[in-house]
């Protein structure tokens, strides 16, 4: 399994046109000898094809109360937060934005964003570090926000904590310095995307769960 996912991240490095390609020796100056020592094409593209992160028959459904239409590919996106964690501590400067996993498959999840250039897919709540791009990855299909405490980054619900008001009673007063401070870092979500798509692995399929693990 080590091996398939190497083989993955290196897709994502070497861009060819298809999976093919990869091991294709009709051509010298293209030819990826590497990728024929760890895989035979058929192979690879066997273990691609039945690849999954967990087991099926062990997953609630759909009438069941636990079930959770993110269930099949949930346990990566908690594994890749908590290996963040361990390997990575943000700085001050934290931004949250939303991004989207574009896909044409059908989920609940699948959500329809005018504003993104997709405009369907799995959208996901960001929170990024202005500087590096590093990033924790939060999946919902509510209309969800968050507060983040400049000190200890620290997310939260804002119903957590602070009280409700009325936008009548509101003061129209001048915006806290801390929005222009954060106007100011908002590209951590940006610069993710763009470190992302630069070494894109993402292959081409209807199934949204596997778009959400590559």
């Known amino acids: 399994m080590k091996g398939f996912m190497s083989v993955i991240l ?4 070497i861009r060819k046109p298809s999976i093919t390609e990869y091991w294709n020796t009709n051509f010298p100056s293209q030819d990826t000898v590497w990728f024929r020592n760890i895989f035979s094409r058929n192979r690879f593209q066997s273990i691609l094809k039945n690849f999954h992160v967990v087991d099926n028959t062990t997953l609630p459904n759909r009438n069941d109360d636990n079930y959770s239409p993110t269930s099949k590919f949930q346990c990566f996106v908690d594994l890749f937060n908590q290996q963040s964690k361990q390997h990575y501590k943000p700085k001050q400067n934290l931004s949250i934005d939303e991004s989207l996993i574009a896909s044409k498959g059908r989920s609940s999840i699948i959500q329809y964003i005018p504003s993104k250039a997709a405009k369907f897919g799995v959208k996901l709540r960001v929170l990024a570090e202005a500087v590096s791009g590093k990033m924790k990855v939060f999946i919902s299909d509510k209309e969800e926000f968050f507060f983040v405490h400049i000190k200890n980054g620290m997310v939260e619900s804002p119903l957590d904590s602070y009280p409700l008001f009325s936008k009548a009673a509101q003061e129209n007063d001048k915006p806290a310095m801390i929005c222009s401070a954060y106007n100011k870092f908002m590209g951590g979500v ?25």
């Open 10 to 13: 290196n897709m994502g490095l």
């Open 190 to 214: 940006d610069l993710t995307d763009m470190m992302t798509e630069s070494y894109n692995d993402g292959r081409k399929t209807l199934k949204v769960w596997k778009k959400g693990c590559f």
